[in-house]
């Protein structure tokens, strides 16, 4: 407590700042997982997407279609997530100018069925509209 002359007893802060602190850094990492675990479920989703129509276009199952997603990425020397991408955003036709070289070379991979001319319903160059009507 504060007396008339600016004293100041009974007060630790020096103790009570460390479980502030402690409970600072763990609010921070938790966070830091949150944001992980919100990254991994958006990847997941495409996985599921980009495996789904791996599957429909070869006519395999989604296991071997994972396990496609898995050579590709070995082979390139790239993680799935990125070869993943490429296979959703080529479909859909967003592919960014900068990953058409890469596209262009995982679709010789795939024997140049991971590209097809523009059907008649649209602007779609995916592979799987023709498939999947």
């Known amino acids: 407590m504060l007396k008339d002359r600016g004293h100041v007893e009974n ?7 460390e479980p502030l602190l402690a ?9 830091a997982e949150v944001a992980q675990l919100r990254e991994a479920l958006t990847h997941r989703q495409r996985y599921g997407v980009v495996t789904g129509m791996l599957a429909v276009r070869y006519e395999i199952t989604p296991e071997r279609a994972w396990q496609l997603l898995v050579r590709l990425s070995q082979h390139n020397n790239l993680k799935i997530q990125i070869i ?20 262009a070379s995982l679709d010789a991979q795939l024997c140049g069925r991971l590209q097809q ?17």
């Open 11 to 17: 007060v630790d802060l020096v103790d009570d700042v």
């Open 84 to 103: 993943a991408r490429l296979i959703h955003d080529r479909s859909f036709g967003r592919l960014a100018p900068e990953d058409e070289v890469l596209a």
């Open 23 to 31: 409970g600072q850094e763990r609010i921070a990492e938790l966070e």
């Open 117 to 133: 001319p523009t059907s008649e319903r649209g602007n779609w160059k995916g592979p799987w509209r023709a498939t999947m009507s």
